[in-house]
C-alpha cells in the first residue's frame, strides 16, 4: 500500500480537498492512497503577508490550488511562466531542481511540488542574503 503519510501532531489543522480538519489530543499518521485528493499542513501554508520573493510566490500559487481558491486553467500557465524565468538562476546550483518542480506541478503534484519548494526557498533565502551582502551601502559624502 503506497501513498502520501502525514505526520500530525496533536491540535495540528490541515486541509483536505478544501476541508479544514483538525487532529484530536494525540499525534496521528494518515495515509492518504489517492493520488487526487488535496493536501496541506496549515503550518506548511505561507501568509500573504511573507509572499515577497519569486518563489514564494510560486508556494503560495500551488498552496492556493490545493485549497481549491484558484483554478487550475489560468494558474498552471503562470506558474510555468515564473518557473521558467527561474530556471538560469538555479541551473547552476542544481540544473534538474526547476524542472522537477515543473514536473510535479504539471503531474498536479502539488503536495510533492511544495516540498520540493521548501527545499527551493531555502536556496532562494541564500542567494538574496549573499546579495544583500555585496550590494555597497551608500556612503554619505559632502561636498565642501
Same mark, same amino acid.
Given at each position: 500500500?503506497?501513498?502520501?503519510?502525514? $505526520?500530525?501532531?496533536? @491540535?495540528?489543522?490541515?486541509?483536505?480537498? @478544501?476541508?479544514?480538519?483538525?487532529? @484530536?489530543? $494525540?499525534?496521528?499518521?494518515?495515509?492518504?492512497? +489517492?493520488?487526487?485528493?488535496?493536501?496541506?499542513?496549515?503550518?506548511?501554508?505561507?501568509? =500573504?503577508?511573507?509572499?515577497?520573493? =519569486?518563489?514564494?510566490?510560486?508556494?503560495? #500559487?500551488?498552496? &492556493?490550488?490545493?485549497?481549491?481558491?484558484?483554478?487550475?486553467?489560468?494558474?498552471? =500557465? /503562470?506558474?510555468?511562466?515564473?518557473? #521558467? $524565468? &527561474?530556471?538560469?538562476?538555479?541551473?547552476?546550483? +542544481?540544473?534538474?531542481?526547476?524542472?522537477?518542480?515543473? !514536473?510535479?506541478? !504539471?503531474?498536479?503534484?502539488?503536495?510533492? #511540488?511544495?516540498?520540493?519548494?521548501?527545499?527551493? &526557498?531555502?536556496?532562494?533565502?541564500? &542567494?538574496?542574503?549573499?546579495? !544583500?551582502?555585496?550590494? #555597497? =551601502? /551608500?556612503?554619505?559624502?559632502?561636498? /565642501?
Amino acid at each position: 500500500m503506497s501513498g502520501l503519510v502525514l $505526520k500530525i501532531a496533536p @491540535g495540528e489543522r490541515f486541509i483536505v480537498n @478544501g476541508a479544514v480538519l483538525e487532529n @484530536g489530543d $494525540k499525534p496521528a499518521r494518515i495515509r492518504i492512497t +489517492d493520488s487526487d485528493v488535496r493536501v496541506l499542513r496549515c503550518r506548511d501554508a505561507l501568509r =500573504p503577508e511573507d509572499v515577497n520573493t =519569486p518563489c514564494k510566490q510560486i508556494y503560495y #500559487a500551488v498552496q &492556493l490550488l490545493i485549497t481549491g481558491d484558484l483554478e487550475e486553467f489560468g494558474t498552471l =500557465p /503562470a506558474i510555468d511562466e515564473e518557473c #521558467a $524565468k &527561474l530556471l538560469d538562476v538555479f541551473k547552476s546550483i +542544481d540544473p534538474e531542481l526547476i524542472p522537477t518542480l515543473r !514536473s510535479m506541478i !504539471s503531474r498536479n503534484n502539488y503536495y510533492s #511540488a511544495l516540498c520540493h519548494l521548501r527545499q527551493i &526557498l531555502v536556496i532562494e533565502d541564500q &542567494l538574496l542574503a549573499r546579495a !544583500s551582502k555585496t550590494v #555597497a =551601502p /551608500a556612503i554619505d559624502t559632502k561636498v /565642501a
